[in-house]
């Protein structure tokens, strides 16, 4: 049986980063470059940004423009449960919260509308240990 980590990482394509920096030594960013080298598409999400990685910044998910399988949360946890609300508004598959990122009622909330959900884990490091064991 494969872990809803597996699944989500092998089943998304499109990757949105809410919270994601422009700064190179801030985790979202090196979290987004990684993920942009594996194949996915990052879609930065960021009111203080235009453009992070070459790709147009969004001030929040209800203003991209394309579906999303995946939003990837970098903000504290206490910020999280209007970003889950947007991520099942716009009709994301999963959301990921990184490690440090814990709330309860947004993922139960996200679970009972149907999106896959993991909390408090790094994308980066669960892509790394997937390709190590014949994932993608």
């Known amino acids: 049986m494969m872990k809803v980590e597996?699944?989500?990482l092998n089943s998304?394509?499109?990757v949105a980063v809410v919270g994601l920096s422009a700064k190179p030594d801030r985790p979202s960013y090196r979290v987004a470059v990684?993920?942009?080298t594996q194949?996915?598409?990052i879609i930065p999400v960021n009111p203080a940004e235009s453009e992070i990685l070459g790709e147009l910044?969004?001030?929040d998910l209800a203003s991209v423009p394309e579906p999303v399988d995946l939003v990837d949360i970098f903000r504290r946890s206490e910020e999280v449960l209007p970003i889950v609300k947007d991520a099942i508004?716009?009709?994301a598959k999963a959301v990921w919260m990184q490690e440090g990122v814990i709330n309860e009622e947004a993922a139960a909330l996200a679970s009972e509308a149907g999106l896959r959900v993991v909390m408090d884990k790094c994308m980066l490091k669960e892509?790394?240990?997937l390709r190590g064991s014949g994932g993608r």
């Open 57 to 59: 910044c969004y001030p």
């Open 6 to 8: 597996e699944q989500i």
């Open 39 to 41: 194949g996915y598409r």
């Open 127 to 129: 892509h790394r240990k």
């Open 34 to 36: 990684y993920l942009k």
């Open 12 to 14: 998304s394509r499109v």
């Open 89 to 91: 508004r716009i009709g």
